[in-house]
Antibody, heavy 121, light 111 residues
Framework: EVQLVESGGGLVQPGGSLRLSCAAS????????MSWVRQAPGKGLEWVSA????????YYADSVKGRFTISRDNSKNTLYLQMNSLRAEDTAVYYC??????????????WGQGTLVTVSS | QSVLTQPPSASGTPGQRVTISCSGS????????VYWYQQLPGTAPKLLIY???QRPSGVPDRFSGSKSGTSASLAISGLRSEDEADYYC????????????FGGGTKLTVL
């Protein structure tokens, strides 16, 4: 059974940092692209970042470029999102999502339960 | 403002057919596949349609997708109360250096 379990969310002050993790199981992790998608309270979905199966290709939305870093450890079946210089507008539920293919597309067939990040003083 | 434009709301009565549109441009829908997601309240999104018109296993054939030029549509036939949810389209965008984009979402109400 495919499982994606996010962790690392919480309350952080503006300008602070957090690292999200997504532990994957039930599939060959390195064979699939992964992404982080966020949803601000009461708002729509925003595709934040994506990474290929090997980790060699990464993509960032303009809203987070230069502040967030996506990475993966295929030996640990874990996806990460390092978030620096956090702003109030980064407040959202962050989902990790598995793609159906090795390069990022938008074919997210499995999603985690989400982890809430709140940026506030 | 989302790169992909969806109507904020749609509605229908049980048994009806409803369609939800998604309008983009040549750099996204015009040159890439379109995907559709359903999000029930308090849950993670679920993939409904991939590659414009393909249904993952387990998705009822009441759901169908189509694409023409720079627009796409999701059709739901035989509307049921459990279809009340938010629906999002998504596509890769060649003009962006980042990942793809989602539409703003459409809240479907079953009257």
């Amino acid at each position: 059974e495919v499982q994606l379990v996010e962790s690392g969310g919480g309350l952080v002050q503006p300008g602070g940092s957090l690292r999200l993790s997504c532990a994957a199981s039930g599939f060959t992790f390195s064979s699939y692209a992964m992404s982080w998608v966020r949803q601000a309270p009461g708002k729509g979905l925003e595709w934040v970042s994506a990474i290929s199966g090997s980790g060699g290709s990464t993509y960032y939305a303009d809203s987070v470029k230069g502040r967030f870093t996506i990475s993966r450890d295929n030996s640990k079946n874990t996806l990460y999102l390092q978030m620096n210089s956090l702003r109030a507008e980064d407040t959202a539920v962050y989902y990790c999502a598995k793609d159906l293919v090795v390069v990022p597309a938008a074919t997210f067939d499995y999603w985690g339960q989400g982890t809430l990040v709140t940026v506030s003083s | 403002q989302s790169v992909l434009t969806q109507p904020p709301s749609a509605s229908g009565t049980p048994g009806q057919r409803v369609t939800i549109s998604c309008s983009g441009s040549s750099s996204n829908i015009g040159s890439n596949y379109v995907y559709w997601y359903q999000q029930l309240p308090g849950t993670a999104p679920k993939l409904l349609i991939y590659r414009n018109n393909q249904r993952p296993s387990g998705v009822p054939d009441r759901f169908s997708g189509s694409k023409s030029g720079t627009s796409a549509s999701l059709a739901i036939s035989g509307l049921r109360s459990e279809d009340e949810a938010d629906y999002y389209c998504a596509a890769w965008d060649d003009s962006l250096s980042g990942p793809g984009v989602f539409g703003g979402g459409t809240k479907l109400t079953v009257l």
